[in-house]
């Protein structure tokens, strides 16, 4: 149970009574609240509240949030699913969520995409659909009635090729560029590229993780939202357990380890190699990203992302020969399902080689009898 103010005049009451979140919007002075509420929580409990009408989409919203959001999702998907929830609100927030039409829905989304991903706009689908599933199973609402139509709607996605990302020859371009950038710029971009490390990861690591004498990399942390005296904040939090790993390094990436410790002015209390001390804190999560889009600008390259550079190390060594349960290791997949599916292009196009050499090698065979 709980009054929650929402703004000048206007507060939400919750209740949650055998099983069932009801929920009430009541706009009206300080001193009438205590009435109201005492009004709403006997006909929760007398059966007086229809639970399945006269709801809007901004209190289904809200009770999703407090229900299951806020207890059940990490940091950084909550604030991925709060971006989300909030264009949602603003085109239907004092709407009835019964109300609202399909056809209405399907021209939001694809207004929608306009300006985002595919990728992101199945993010988007999915948690609209959230809103109402959990409203369903929750009976707070009698049905879903978006279910059948978005659960079908797919917007053009590029096609999955990781390993036409950039040539050989333009990926030596691009390591190449990089030796004219600063020496912060230039270690992130071989860390992602010569050893598959996520950004996250790249700007958690610190002195203590580097052995020169074996070039291995110990991952153990990496930067990401947290949780703190109830805000969300940036500071280190442990991968999963599978993402805790070990990477042996090429020397190239080492020796510029090496020589960024070796120039730094500023060093951290905490160790960090990528430290910013204006902020007092590791790099901000864009540092990479404008000079990588400067590099590749200036030398006439594709646009990639600099998370692009990490499933460039992950297609470099798929073609090369290196087999899977490696290369899932090396990226910290879980399983290498997740492997096989993100690199699905390379793994194919290896396979494809090897078949071409075993028929190759057959037809000489063929012939010598």
């Not at 929830?85 to 056809?103: N, P, T, W």
């Not at 194919?348 to 190759?360: G, P, R, S, Y």
Request: aromatic share 8%.
């Amino acid at each position: 149970m709980s009054i929650d103010k929402r703004g000048p005049n206007k507060y939400r009451f919750r209740k949650t009574y055998k099983g069932t979140t009801y929920t009430k919007t009541f706009y009206g002075s300080q001193k009438d609240v205590k009435k109201e509420h005492d009004k709403f929580i006997n006909d929760v409990q007398n059966g007086k509240l229809d639970k399945t009408k006269n709801k809007t989409f901004e209190e289904l919203v809200q009770t999703v949030w407090d229900v299951h959001i806020v207890k059940n999702l990490a940091p950084n998907t909550r604030m991925s699913y709060k971006f989300w929830l909030d264009l949602f609100l603003e085109k239907f927030g004092s709407r009835d969520a019964m109300s609202i039409s399909v056809v209405e829905v399907e021209k939001f989304f694809n207004h929608l995409s306009k300006n985002h991903k595919p990728s992101s706009m199945k993010i988007a689908i999915t948690i609209f659909l959230l809103i109402y599933n959990k409203g369903v199973s929750w009976r707070i609402i009698e049905r879903n009635p978006f279910t059948g139509i978005l659960r079908r709607k797919s917007y053009a996605s590029p096609k999955n090729n990781m390993g036409e990302l950039l040539s050989a020859e333009q990926i030596g371009i691009l390591i190449n560029a990089y030796r004219n950038e600063n020496i912060y710029q230039r270690t992130g971009a071989y860390l992602a590229l010569g050893c598959g490390l996520r950004k996250s990861e790249i700007r958690a690591l610190k002195t203590t993780d580097i052995d020169f004498e074996t070039n291995k990399i110990t991952v153990s942390t990496q930067i990401a939202n947290i949780e703190k005296n109830g805000k969300i904040i940036e500071g280190e939090k442990n991968p999963k357990d599978e993402s805790q790993r070990v990477v042996i390094a090429p020397d190239f990436v080492i020796e510029t380890i090496r020589e960024l410790i070796k120039e730094r002015e500023v060093i951290s209390k905490d160790r960090y190699i990528f430290y910013n001390p204006s902020a007092k804190k590791p790099v901000s999560a864009a540092y990479f990203r404008n000079v990588l889009a400067k590099v590749l600008t200036e030398n006439n390259l594709p646009t990639i992302t600099f998370h692009d550079l990490r499933h460039l190390h992950a297609t470099l060594l798929i073609n090369q020969g290196t087999d899977i349960h490696s290369v899932a290791k090396r990226l910290g997949h879980k399983t290498i399902s997740t492997t096989i599916n993100t690199y699905i292009h390379g793994i194919n196009e290896k396979d494809k080689m090897i078949a071409d050499d075993l028929d190759k090698r057959l037809k000489e065979i063929e012939k010598k009898i």
